[in-house]
């Protein structure tokens, strides 16, 4: 996917994220790649809900286990960058290929989040391991920025 199908945007807080996807929600827009609006929100919602055990993650294959003590600090630290390909299980949990309207994506994100605000992450992220809260919502936010920046008000 080239860079210019993507909107320069950063999010700083769960709060900008959820104000965002109101903000494209409504009006029109157009989505660059391969998931719909609501996938990418959906997609959004569960990771966001993993994060605090709300709902189960999916194991990472042992080779990501095995890498991710190298690179996690950079991802932890920087932006998230699109075209990671996912484990088929994986894939299969975050981007179903089952329907979802628009405004059950947003009102499964809206619990998700409220339930983060809530309970705050687990005390061990299960991918990425022990971090802080504020690596945690930077990461999040940093995500959900890049996936985003795929959805474009017409």
């Known amino acids: 996917m080239s860079e210019r199908n993507r909107r320069d945007l950063s999010l700083d807080t769960l709060d900008d994220v959820v104000a965002e996807i109101?903000?494209?929600a409504a009006g029109e827009v157009k989505t660059m790649g391969k998931h719909s609006f609501p996938q990418i929100v959906r997609h959004l919602a569960l990771s966001n809900s993993m994060m605090t055990g709300r709902i189960p993650?999916?194991?990472?294959?042992?080779?990501?286990?095995?890498?991710?003590?190298?690179?996690?600090?950079?991802i932890l630290k920087g932006p998230v960058k699109p075209g990671v390909k996912l484990p088929a299980n994986a894939e299969a949990v975050f981007w179903s290929d089952e329907e979802i309207s628009l405004q059950d994506a947003i009102q499964m994100l809206k619990e998700s989040v409220a339930h983060y605000k809530e309970h705050g992450p687990l005390p061990v992220h299960?991918?990425?391991?022990?971090?802080?809260?504020?690596q945690l919502d930077r990461l999040t936010c940093?995500?959900?920025a890049m996936h985003?920046?795929?959805v474009h008000p017409s």
């Open 148 to 150: 985003l920046s795929f």
């Open 22 to 24: 109101e903000r494209l």
């Open 142 to 144: 940093s995500h959900a």
């Open 126 to 134: 299960p991918i990425f391991g022990k971090a802080s809260r504020e």
């Open 57 to 74: 993650a999916p194991q990472p294959p042992l080779i990501m286990k095995l890498l991710l003590p190298f690179i996690r600090s950079s």
